[in-house]
């Protein structure tokens, strides 16, 4: 499943992550307006019962995420997005063992959350906002790129690419080439192709499809399609009845060298990954 071309160990913080196979990243959106469970998790108890519960399922990251990226999402203040997320990253590294990750823009989110225990940053803007190369830097923490044109809000107008793949892998080629110039090291980054951000439903398959052509850049790989949109538009269903969807493109995922499924669905994600591991494993 995974060609591992880098050294197999990712320091995350106080922890390690194994590269050598792959991980399942479970969602934490302490949001009122995701797009699955936005306001399920807002109250810390029931958050923090959310991650117990996802990391017993077999999570080894727990992402958590305080402000909506989903198309049309408003944008929130710095301060209220830390308000969000800090007390989370406090609470999960004071009770549980797993590898935080940050799903943030924000330089003051990301440097807060490292000091509390977060391992890793995960920016769908691939730290384009201002002050986030140097907060990210500071941090030193591992950083999750992401490709996407323009912001949450007008993100979906009109997308179009001569060739999708191309761009993407133009995209995070610059963004690795910036991180590079603010010392982050390439042996810190892990890129994610952004699928649902910025593409149409023939962008999203064509990437997927060619997905495998993204490991040339040498970094691990974090796909993010639990429940999407894409899913949504090939089997006509909605948002609750996306796990078979969402698990047949985790599948497909690991076979195009995946090492990060960030999904909703932990439990049944990490049965996909056992079974598969459980047949690439016989010599």
Do not use: W
């Amino acid at each position: 499943m995974s060609n591992t071309q880098y050294p197999s160990r990712l320091p995350c913080g106080s922890r390690l992550l194994d590269l050598s196979r792959p991980h399942v990243m479970g969602i934490l959106n302490v949001t009122p307006d995701s797009f699955s469970d936005g306001g399920r998790f807002t109250a810390r108890d029931a958050a923090l019962r959310h991650a117990e519960q996802m990391v017993a399922a077999g999570a080894t990251l727990i992402d958590v995420g305080g402000e909506s990226t989903r198309p049309g999402a408003r944008a929130v203040s710095p301060t209220e997005e830390l308000e969000r997320v800090a007390p989370m990253v406090e609470a999960i590294a004071g009770n549980l063992d797993v590898i935080i990750s940050v799903d943030t823009s924000t330089p003051a989110v990301m440097r807060e959350s490292a000091r509390l225990g977060a391992g890793l940053i995960n920016d769908v803007r691939s730290l384009q906002r201002d002050g986030a190369l140097d907060a990210a830097a500071d941090s030193g923490l591992p950083v999750c790129l992401m490709h996407m044109r323009g912001e949450p809000g007008n993100m979906q107008d009109n997308p179009q690419y001569p060739d999708i793949v191309s761009e993407v892998h133009d995209f995070l080629v610059e963004r690795m080439s910036a991180c590079a110039t603010a010392g982050i090291a390439a042996e810190r980054i892990v890129l994610d192709p952004g699928f649902g951000f910025a593409k149409t439903l023939e962008h999203n398959l064509a990437l997927f499809k060619r997905m495998a052509e993204l490991s040339a850049l040498g970094r691990p790989l974090l796909v993010g399609v639990s429940r999407k949109s894409m899913i949504g538009k090939v089997l006509g269903h909605e948002v609750g009845g996306r796990l078979y969807g969402s698990l047949a493109l985790a599948a497909l995922a690991l076979t195009k060298g995946a090492h990060i499924l960030r999904v909703h669905d932990v439990a049944e994600t990490v049965d996909v990954v056992r079974m598969i591991a459980a047949v690439e494993a016989v010599q």
